[in-house]
């Protein structure tokens, strides 16, 4: 490829939040990134300005909002996915290898789930609505989440339908099959923890994610929780950066 032909394939970045989130937990990490890429922020059914959107919200429904993104993209993408949204990115990436040039996994959840069962089940079921239990939640999986932060994962979670609530937590807790065996998708993957994040533990990343793609290397973030890009946005935006950088070097 020649250097022309290299500068006009411009990666470009997607973003993917968590439960309760939607596109604005990633507006520090995107202004970070600046003009050096090309990023977008998705909102997810049931998240953000999809609101209204109707169920079910499964993964693999949440999925094909990623997926017709990848679709509308010219260029190759990158796929940068939060806490959930790694398992729906990586479902996405599966479906579209060859269109995800990379994929960040931040703070994942295993895609096979975590299968959690009774109160501690029922608690995460029942925040739809309820927001001084999700201001606990919140606070008690970050590490050094600022009141700015905190506002910005308050303000999706009191937005969204507790129904919607409900449907999306069992979602991600019951996982997807294919999380049992190694990834479908085998192109270079980033996974990356916040070194305090009590439930993304790096036991879980271990046992659960790590072990699963064949081409993925492990990086911890300092000083963060579950929330390392709302704790810590100027080491995610330079992770993912440098990330994104490495794969052009490779692809020129």
């Known amino acids: 490829m020649s250097n022309d032909q290299h500068q006009t394939l411009r990666t470009k970045i997607v973003f993917v939040h968590g439960f309760l989130d939607d596109r604005s937990a990633w507006e520090e990490v995107l202004s970070l ?6 990023a977008v922020a998705l909102d997810l059914p049931g998240s ?26 010219h260029e190759p993408v990158v796929l940068v996915g939060q806490s959930m949204g790694a398992q ?19 703070t994942p959840v295993p895609l096979a789930g975590v299968h959690l069962a009774g109160d501690a089940a029922d608690s995460f079921r029942s925040l739809g609505g309820d927001a001084d239990a ?9 590490v050094s989440l600022s009141p700015h932060g905190l506002e910005i994962l308050l303000a999706s979670g009191a937005a969204m339908q507790p129904t919607v609530v409900a449907q999306v937590f069992d979602a991600w807790n019951n996982g997807d099959a294919a999380g049992t065996a190694p990834s479908a998708y085998a192109g270079p993957t980033l996974i990356a923890r916040g070194i305090g994040d009590p439930f ?10 790590l072990p699963r793609f064949a081409n993925a290397q492990l990086v911890s973030i300092a000083d963060a929780g579950h929330f390392p890009h709302l704790e810590k946005p100027e080491d995610v935006s330079r992770i993912v950066g440098d990330f994104v950088r490495s794969l052009d070097r490779v692809e020129a």
């Open 33 to 38: 990134l600046g003009e050096d890429f090309e």
């Open 48 to 73: 953000g300005a999809r609101l209204n959107d109707e169920g079910p919200f499964t993964l693999p429904r949440l999925a094909e909002s990623v997926i017709a993104e990848i679709d509308r993209s």
């Open 200 to 209: 993304v533990t790096e036991d879980v990343i271990n046992a659960g994610v």
């Open 134 to 142: 999700q201001r606990q939640g919140r606070l008690g999986v970050s």
């Open 88 to 106: 729906v990115s990586e479902l996405a990436a599966a479906a579209r290898p060859e269109k995800v040039a990379g994929l960040v996994l931040l």
